[in-house]
C-alpha cells in the first residue's frame, strides 16, 4: 500500500500565494513564509504551482521557489509554467526534488521522454484534469513518469482503471473525515490542495485516524517502546542533540514518555522541562524548531542522540550551540573530516576578503577581479588532467588541491557556500 501523504500545496502568483489556479484572490503575500507555517505543521511534502504569466515573472518564481526548497523540510515539487525542458531543470535546481508536466498542455507531452531521459523518471510528475488525457497518453505515462497530480477528484476512479501509477489527488473542498475516504483508493498516494492548505492544524489528528485504520502514512517509527529505555529517578532520559549535517554538538535536554511520543508523531523535538515540570516543543517560542532526522539509542539504553535539522539557535543566548564556553583546547588538524577542512579553509578566505593581508596571494587574486580567479582555475584543472597522466597519484593530490583552494576563492567572490554545494550534489 502507498503511504499516504498530506501535501499542502502553494499557487504562487507575483510573489504572493493566492487561493486556488483559477482565483487569484491573495491568501498570503509572503509565499515563503507560508512554506514555513506548513513545515512547521507536519506537512509531508510541499507542491509549488508556479501562475507566472512571463519570462521575467518567472525567473522571480523560480527565486522564491529556490528559498522555499532551502528552507524546506519535507520534498517540494515544482509545477506550472513549464514550456520546455529548460523550465524543468530550473525547477529541479531550485532545489525541487520533483518536477511536475503539465500534460493538459501538448506541448508538455511532447518532451516527456526527452526530460525523463534526462533527469531520470523518479523526478517527474505529469498533471492532468482530464481523464481523456491519460487514457491517450498512458503508454508515456507508464514508461516516462513515476507518479500523477490529479487536478480533478472525480476522476479517481477511472484513474485506477488506466494506470497503476501512484497519484495525489488536488482537492479544494470536502469534509475533512471523507479524506480517509480518498485513501482507501490504493493508488491515491496524498492530497493535496485547499482541502488540505485550510486544515494544516488538524494533520496530526488525520494521521492517527489513518494509522487508527491501518493506513501507513509519514511519520517516524520507533523500534523501541519506551519501557526499554533506562530511566534516571525521575523518569527522564537524557538527549544529546547534533547536527545533522556537520554532527556539531548543539545542546542537551531531557525527554519524558510524553515528549518522546510527541517527537514522533510530530517529527520535532519535544522535551520535558526539568525547571519548569512540563513538556515543551523547541522553537514553539522562538522559531528555532529542530526537525528530527535520525534518533539513536546508547549502550546502555540510558541516552538519546538525536540527529536534527536545526533551525537558527539552539542555545537560549542566540548562539548556534550551548557549547560555546572553551575550557582548554590544544591545537590540532581536523584532517580527518573533509567537510570541516573546506569550512575552514573556506572561513580563511572570506576573512581575508573582508580584512585584506599583505602579501596574501588570496588578497592578490579578488584585488585583480574575476578573470584572473578563472584563469587561475582553467590552468589548475589542466594541471590535473597532466599529472593524472603521470604515474605518481601524489602529483593528482597536489594539483586537485591546488584546484579546490582556487575553486573556494571563486566561491567566496560569488557567495556560494558549501552547503549550497552539497544541497545541489544531495538533489542529483
Not at 19 to 32: F, G, M, P, R
Not at 373 to 390: Q, R
Amino acid at each position: 500500500m502507498n503511504t499516504k501523504k498530506f501535501v499542502p500545496c502553494i499557487y504562487l502568483k507575483n510573489g504572493h500565494a493566492v487561493k486556488s489556479l483559477k482565483d487569484t484572490t491573495i491568501v498570503e503575500t509572503d509565499a515563503v513564509k507560508l512554506a514555513r507555517f506548513y513545515n512547521e505543521n507536519n506537512a509531508d511534502e510541499l507542491i509549488i504551482f508556479d501562475m507566472s504569466e512571463d519570462d521575467a515573472a518567472h525567473e522571480e518564481a523560480l527565486d522564491i521557489i529556490k528559498e522555499i526548497c532551502e528552507l524546506s523540510e519535507v520534498d517540494v515539487i515544482g509545477a506550472g509554467n513549464v514550456k520546455r525542458m529548460e523550465d524543468i531543470k530550473k525547477l529541479i535546481y531550485a532545489g525541487c526534488k520533483r518536477a511536475a508536466l503539465n500534460f493538459d498542455i501538448k506541448s508538455n507531452v511532447d518532451i516527456t521522454k526527452e526530460v525523463s531521459d534526462k533527469f531520470g523518471k523518479e523526478k517527474i510528475l505529469a498533471c492532468a484534469s482530464e481523464i481523456s488525457v491519460l487514457d491517450e497518453n498512458s503508454d508515456l505515462i507508464k514508461e516516462y513518469i513515476s507518479g500523477l497530480i490529479l487536478m480533478n477528484p472525480h476522476f479517481i476512479r477511472e484513474t485506477m482503471e488506466i494506470l497503476d501509477t501512484p497519484f495525489y489527488v488536488q482537492i479544494n473542498d470536502i469534509a475533512l473525515n471523507k479524506l480517509l475516504e480518498i485513501f482507501e483508493h490504493e493508488n491515491v498516494c496524498g492530497v493535496t490542495g485547499n482541502a488540505i492548505n485550510n486544515s494544516t492544524a488538524e494533520i496530526p489528528a488525520l494521521k492517527d485516524l489513518c494509522v487508527a485504520n491501518n493506513m501507513s502514512i509519514e511519520r517516524l517509527e520507533s523500534k523501541y517502546k519506551w519501557s526499554d529505555f533506562k530511566t534516571n529517578s525521575e523518569g527522564l532520559v537524557p538527549v544529546v542533540v547534533q547536527d545533522y549535517r556537520n554532527l556539531e554538538v548543539l545542546m542537551v535536554a531531557y525527554m519524558d514518555e510524553e515528549a518522546f511520543n510527541s517527537t514522533l508523531r510530530t517529527g520535532k523535538m519535544t522535551y520535558y522541562s526539568r525547571s519548569r515540570r512540563e513538556k515543551w516543543v523547541k522553537g514553539e517560542t522562538s522559531g528555532h524548531y529542530q526537525y528530527v532526522k535520525e534518533l539513536r539509542l546508547d549502550c546502555d539504553n540510558d541516552t538519546i542522540l538525536a540527529l536534527v535539522s536545526q533551525v537558527g539557535a539552539a542555545c537560549h543566548t542566540g548562539k548556534r550551540s550551548c557549547f560555546f564556553n572553551e575550557i582548554a583546547k590544544k591545537d590540532y588538524e581536523n584532517a580527518d573530516n573533509p567537510l570541516l577542512v573546506f569550512e575552514e579553509v573556506l572561513d580563511i578566505i572570506k576573512d581575508r576578503k573582508v580584512n585584506p593581508k599583505e602579501g596574501s596571494y588570496t588578497n592578490y587574486l579578488f584585488d585583480k577581479g574575476i578573470d584572473k580567479i578563472l584563469k587561475k582555475l582553467g590552468e589548475e584543472a589542466t594541471e590535473i588532467v597532466i599529472a593524472a597522466k603521470n604515474p605518481n597519484a601524489n602529483e593528482v593530490k597536489y594539483e586537485i588541491s591546488d584546484f579546490l583552494y582556487h575553486m573556494m576563492v571563486l566561491m567566496v567572490e560569488k557567495d556560494v557556500s558549501w552547503e549550497d554545494i552539497t544541497k545541489e550534489l544531495a538533489n542529483r
